[in-house]
Every structure is written in C-alpha cells, then in structure tokens.
C-alpha cells in the first residue's frame, strides 16, 4: 500500500542531502507515518522490519510532532528480515534517533544472532552507571566499549556508534547529538557479522532487555560517516528525506529537539515517493 503521505518526502534521487544515501543499506523512518505492522525500508534493498509483540494501532505514536515507534521495554521489538547483506569484520555505521525512560541495562538496536544462547555482533545498550548518568555501551562476542557520553531520559537523542575492520576499541567511535565520545572501557575483540540480523528494541532472540521508549530515523551505513555528515544526522529526525527543492523551506533545530515537518504546499513542488509500497 503506498502512503500518499510521502510524496512530500525525499529518498535518493531527489535529496538535499545526497551524501547520506551512499553506503546506506537500511534506512528506516518512523516519522514518515505509520505503515501498520511492517516497518518501511528505503534503503531500496527491501530490508523490511517486523513489528512483534506491538500494536500498530497504539504503538505509532506522534512525539514532538512527529510519529515514531514507541517500545514497551517488555517484549517488543523490530527485526530485519536480513543482516543487511553485511558479514564478516565489516565497516559499519549506526545513526538513530532515541528517546528512553528508564534507569537500569536496557538495549537499544544491533546485530545479533537468532540463536537463542548466541552473543551479539554490534550494537547498542544503555546502562545506567551511577546516579543519574546513563551510558551507552556497544558490543561485540565479550567484550565492550563503554563511553562517558550522557543521554538524559525523555529527550529526543541523536546516537551514532561505528566501526572499521578491526579490534573494537582501536576501530570505534561513538558520536551524541554530533559530538564524539572517547572510549572508557572496552577490549580488543572483533565482532563478527556472518549469520546475523538487525534488531530494533532488543539485540538478539537471546537478549531480554528489551528497550523502553521510541525510536525514529534508523539508518545502515555499510561505510563510516563524516564528522561533517554525522553533525547533519543530528540536526533533526528525518533530515535525510528533506527534498532538494525545499530544503530552505525546512528549519533547521538543535539536536535533541523536534521540530514538525514545515513545506510549502505548491502543487509544482510535490515530489514522487520514489516507489516505495
């Protein structure tokens, strides 16, 4: 079904922001609207997400202005059809934006193994390190790379965790809201990508610690971003699907906000949806 909605947005032929679509093999953006009980890729490689143990009738939600996907931290969670065509010691970059509500370990997004008793290969947790500072943690097989970078509850976040072939703490870096974090912790272990997949709320069939809050304007890079390009991720949910022709008709924000989608109306400047369904 194609959401007439989204012919006011832009994917890959018509972008302002063109360098956000190279590399990128899962783009997944809630804020676009709901889709019922499949999640739209438009990366154009059909990585569809799953919504289980969700409602599509409750849990679409409009935060700031802007739908996203709201996780109950009990069993909810999102899950690829694919590993997203990566495997092996890859390269690769994880933007999304959060927004969560708790204080104890809780994970976020990642690859993992479907096995139940498998180990993750790369994603994210938060873990609550002492009164009233929240972390984000990534790992891999044992080992984990731990960073000071605070992420406060009940604020819209931009996060972006990546890597390039290699041990995870020589290879790795963690960016909030655009600015970099250096690594507190963390082990010279390499993760393995071969026979995973992506999950939104949980990381891996094995995991129980499921994420409790929203997600929106997930995004796969099989490449490693810019300082430059990580600071425009961060600027606002969905900048990527901002149409060239309007992008001086969107306003900019500082990170952590939400500002609504403003475009001018004119029927000359109704973009096609590009085919997605």
């Given at each position: 079904m194609i959401n007439a909605t989204l012919s006011r947005f832009a994917t890959h032929d018509n972008s302002a922001y063109p360098s956000l679509w190279r590399g990128c093999v899962g783009a997944w953006c809630p804020s676009l609207g709901p889709s019922g009980s499949r999640l739209h890729d438009y990366s154009r490689r059909n990585n569809w997400?799953?919504?289980?143990?969700?409602?599509?009738?409750t849990d679409w939600v409009v935060d700031g202005g802007q739908y996203a996907l709201d996780f109950d931290g009990s069993n909810d969670n999102i899950a690829s059809t694919s590993g997203l065509g990566i495997t092996?010691?890859?390269?690769?970059?994880?933007?999304?934006?959060?927004?969560h509500r708790f204080d104890?370990?809780?994970?976020?997004?990642?690859?993992?193994?479907?096995?139940?008793?498998a180990l993750s290969a790369f994603g994210a947790w938060i873990n609550a390190q002492g009164a009233g500072v929240i972390?984000?943690?990534?790992?891999?097989?044992?080992?984990?790379?731990n960073t000071s970078a605070t992420v406060p509850k009940n604020?819209?976040?931009?996060?972006?965790?990546?890597k390039t072939p290699g041990a995870i703490n020589a290879t790795s870096v963690v960016a909030i809201n655009g600015v970099a974090y250096a690594a507190t912790t963390g082990s010279s272990s390499t993760p393995n990508f071969t026979n995973t997949s992506f999950y939104l709320g949980q990381w891996g069939a094995f995991n129980s610690f499921y994420f409790d809050g929203q997600l929106d304007d997930i995004r796969v890079y099989s490449r490693t971003l810019t300082s430059s390009e990580i600071r425009i991720l961060a600027?606002?949910?969905?900048?990527?699907?901002?149409?060239?022709?309007?992008r001086l008709a969107v306003p900019e924000q500082a990170a952590g906000g939400a500002t609504p989608w403003l475009y001018a109306r004119r029927r000359s400047q109704i973009?096609?949806?590009g085919g997605i369904t």
């Open positions: 997400g799953t919504l289980t143990n969700m409602d599509p009738a092996g010691d890859a390269t690769v970059a994880i933007s999304f934006w959060m927004l104890s370990m809780k994970a976020i997004l990642g690859f993992g193994d479907s096995a139940t008793t972390t984000i943690e990534f790992a891999g097989g044992n080992f984990v790379y604020i819209w976040t931009h996060v972006l965790i990546q600027r606002r949910r969905g900048i990527a699907f901002t149409p060239r022709t309007r973009i096609g949806s």
